[in-house]
């Protein structure tokens, strides 16, 4: 499965990115923000955001998949 | 449960939209709560700091020189071309400090009477046959506030928006992604507003360099999103700092998103109105919501004031709001998107051929007119006749 990963340190919580989110899956806590599991992974939050906090990562078992292989290191 | 604490209305957010509608509330004997999810009303800034004349701003709150940096008599404009078109507005808008500016506006709500808490973030919010119950975190305890009305001032979070059931999530090209360093050794004018246009400095937007003090000026820009071309708004600062103040340093990072989509259908609910930039009461345009943010703070209020009065906060009853706005917004602002849609299309030659041609159209104009219909339907207007895409445009209705 892929994911949108927030990276803490260079995001500002400025909020920008719950204005483009039509899942409502963003939540803006302070200083954190949180992705959940309503994340459909349109990726429009990760082009808005102003500074590049986040990104769509994938995980292990993706990038096995697009391998060919099984997934298991 | 049984709630502790009980109020006519509950502002969330301090903004100037919050602090507004709540000193409004409180002003005309309403029981109001003013909650704050930050420790510090103000801080941090997402804006560039730019507010309206002080014969404007004087409608709302006593100006006070401790939140003034600078007032503006001139705007400078940059084409991608490198000509600079100017247009001298004597005292046409002010530099805040916003952090300052904000809470000078929540100190004259809680001294109208408002009760403000700072540190109390809103969890949720429940219905019930009496009215609204907020939740809300406060200085590490859960609080449950009854309230008849809730004000979502709660800015780009729309927390209260989402709750009430009003949708609001905007596609990319409806929105502004914007960044701003305040920067020092920033040398200009001290009383003039600088912009500069083209698809390379802020595609689909504009870059700003708004004088503060000591040599100071907030550089930021807010571009679309839909036309950044890989690209992030700060690259795009980066960039144009590079070049042209190489040796100044950022004493801050200030960065955040606009709803410059235009008006919405309706911003209440039952007991719910939206104020400020939760409601999208933005310039489409200019993306500037600061003076939207107070006078609809007002407008909400007198409106809560009424509805309360009449013992009906029903949606239908606070539509009067939305017809408020709409008489005074509704029309310009969907011509403002209009134009910005525009906008968006204009390669920089064509951003070069409308500088000249604006420069003509605001000569001798203030700064009232530009933000008229009229104004607004001329421009349409030069656009379609000077740029080939649009001039199937021509004679149609504008």
Sequence with gaps: ?73 | MRPIFSYDAVVVGAGPGGSTAARTLAGAGVKTLLVEKRQEIGAAVRCGEVVGPRSVMARFIDIDESWVYQDIDELWLFPPGGRRLTAHFPRCGMVVDRKRFDKALAIEAARTGADVWTKARVTGLTRTPEGIRVHIRHLGEDRTVSARVVVGADGVEFLVVRWAGIRTALGLARVFSAVQYPLTGVEGPSHTLRFYFGNTVAPGGYLWIFPKTGGTANVGLCLSPALQKGRRAVDYLDAFVARHFPASSSVEMVMGGIPVGGPLKTLVSDGVVLVGDAGHQVNPLSAGGIVNAMETGVMAGEVIVEALKRNDVSAQRLEAYDRRWNDRAGNLYRLHARLRRMYYKLSDADLDRLGDRLEEQVRGRNPDDLYTFGFAASVVRSMAWMIPKFRFMVGKET
């Design chain 1, 1 to 73: 499965m892929s994911r949108i990963a927030v990276e803490g340190e260079i995001c500002g919580y400025c909020g920008g990115c719950v204005i483009v989110c039509h899942d409502d899956a963003i939540t803006l806590q302070e200083v954190q923000l949180t992705i959940d599991e309503k994340c459909t992974l349109c990726n429009a939050c990760v082009v808005f955001c102003p500074v590049g906090a986040l990104t769509m990562v994938e995980t292990m078992e993706e990038r096995g998949k697009a391998n060919g292989s099984t997934g298991v290191p």
